[in-house]
């Protein structure tokens, strides 16, 4: 299903109007016009009114999300008047001059102009997940991510002519969010289709030629069978849910990117995430400097690692926070800190050179990690730095924790969702800080780096453990991949360039607004507020959604399928169909049309099993035999006593009724009032059509029916 918001106004309006449905249904009609038996078209005055209600739905949200996309777009940095200045990709010509920071996805093709330490991530082009570090006179293509470092660079292609665009975008294209409901709902319609037409000509042939019906009859007993097959209002109630959904989770800063999401999300068991912005605020503070050698300038050195690299990170700005810049420095060679190398290096002029970043891949001295550990053993983030490889220094910073950071987490338990902690820290560190955050569980961690590398080893340990750290990118998808391997539906939040690899894998990937927009282009759902608290109205929100669309599918496939049963037996018993056009008007309108769309915009979240096609045949199934073993029962019965057809009719009618009526009290429970005043309004409807208007919908008088069968 495409997104709303990328759809123009005319594509909503024909998507809705230039359907295999609607051209059927309008054929249907033109045969009841040519019968003469006019009533019968009211089936089109439903049609008409669900195109009417879909286009108006998915317009009102397109305004919506077309409003909030503009959070997400991809911007540029393009030089003009003296100073870079954010731009929309379009705009941008072969010639401009652009500057590249990190987590930014490359929108166009360039060369490298200047260089601060650029890396860049190519693997949804080449599908190498290896950093490339770039000098001037690179290039660097459309669709890569800047992992590390900065660089300023000249457009050489744009549009159709970038190397991603040649490629056909094939290797850009991300796993698209997984929906079970989508895929069923397809090969019903699928199968359905398929068996339309030849059932239908079997089923005229049938009532005129051995039910000896006339022309008339025949066409409109032919047009009920196959009305009733349609599962049109299943894809109308599907669609417009979904766009509903899209709607409510936008006016909850969370905009979707694919439809197909809001399932993916809605049946989450585990959920993935980053320590950093979901239970620590992200900022850093340092606490302490730790020596380790004799070396005295340790501040000064600092003071130029800090500022360093134009583009910043979390604990480079606390490092800036703590240190002033030390100025006379000679910078001779410097690497940026990448999420794979764990570190960032300078070259100091007459001085030699430095290395900050985790212990573990600076040292392999015992004494030295052990020291490291019993700092992070109080959830502390350990920084080592090190001259010509050799130890010079800790430096202590320590998390923020979010206030809300329980909370979200007691809820997640509440809904049987695991959540799974994956980060580059310390693993004792992530541990420390996500007990205190309120996840006890977080007591189970490994260090990412002992995992076996083969998925089948991975997936036997994987249960075993709740935060993982020192996580590569690599990594974080492998875990997201054996999760997955597990039988669990998989959400992934990140925010970063080292996300991107498991938000592209995830089942659902949701990543922040404030993020790279890296991970924002190849996420499923973008949390605008940047707020992982939010995530509790987002699931909830989510199921709710889902679980109101399996409850109505009930109803509608109740209808599918009895309808293909009754037209299979029909023609084989060789009878009259037991409905008209009218009656199954009567009955879908009151007992399904009307209660669906009630029930669809209800707000009661429940936890949802996977199984879409499973949930829904338990109760449509047993409902649409029963409907069909009634009508074939007073058929046969009406046969034996010698009834006429007016007083079958009647009977038919009122027996799919009873059986229609009970489907949609079994999905309303548990029963709220709401759903009794429901069922009680409609059921009023029906029972007032047939006793007011009983020869308009083909049926005898009530009282000359009771006294008849009496």
Known sequence: ?????????????????????????LVLAGLVLVSGQYKNMLFMGIVVTNAVIGIGQELK??????????????????????????????????????????????????????????????????????????????????????????????????????????????????????????????????????????????????????????????????????????????????SISFILGVGRLARKNALVQEMEAIEALARVDVLCLDKTGTITTGDLQVEELVPLSEEKDMAEVLGVLAYAFEETNATTEALRRYFPKTQGAVIAEKVPFSSSRKHMRVTIAGKGDYRLGAPEYLTENGKTLARAEVYAAEGMRVLLLTHDKNEVGFIILSDIIKADAAETFAFFREKNVQIKILSGDNPLTVSVVGVRAGLPEAKNYVDARELPEEEEELRKVIGNYTVFGRVSPEKKQAIVKALEAEGNVTGMVGDGVNDVLALKDADCGIAMAAGSDAAKQIAHIVLLDSDFASMKQIVGEGRTIISNIERVSALYLTKTIYSILLCLIYIILGKSYPFIPIQLSLIGGTAIGIPSFVLALEHHEETIPRGFLRNVLRVSLPAAICMVGSLVAITLMGEWFSLSELILSSMHLIAGGIVSFGVLLAVCIPMSRVRFALCVTVIGIFVGAILLFPGFFGMAPVMHLIMTLL
């Open 61 to 238: 949200v397109k305004r919506i999300i077309d409003a909030l996309s503009v959070v997400t777009a991809t911007k540029a940095r393009r030089y003009e008047n003296g100073e870079f200045c954010k731009c929309d990709i379009e705009l941008l010509r072969d010639g401009d001059t652009v500057r590249f920071l990190l987590g930014d996805q490359i929108p166009v093709d360039c060369e490298i102009l200047e260089t601060d330490g650029i890396e860049v991530n190519e693997s949804l082009l080449t599908g190498e997940s290896l950093a490339v570090q770039k000098k001037k006179g690179d290039f660097v293509y459309s669709g890569s991510d800047v992992v590390a470092g900065s660089a300023i660079a000249k457009v050489v292609h744009t549009g159709e002519e970038n190397y991603a665009t040649q490629l056909v975008k094939k290797a850009k294209t991300k796993r698209r969010a997984t929906s079970e409901m989508q895929d069923a709902i397809g090969r019903i319609i699928k199968y359905v289709s398929y068996a339309l037409i030849p059932i239908g000509l079997l089923l005229f042939f049938i009532q005129r030629y051995s039910a000896h019906n006339t022309l008339s009859d025949s066409i409109v007993n032919t047009v009920a069978g196959v009305i009733g097959m349609i599962p049109e209002g299943l894809v109308l109630l599907t």
């Open 1 to 25: 299903m495409k997104g709303t918001a990328s759809r123009s106004r005319w594509e909503i309006i024909s998507s809705h109007i230039f359907t295999y449905f609607n051209f059927l249904n």
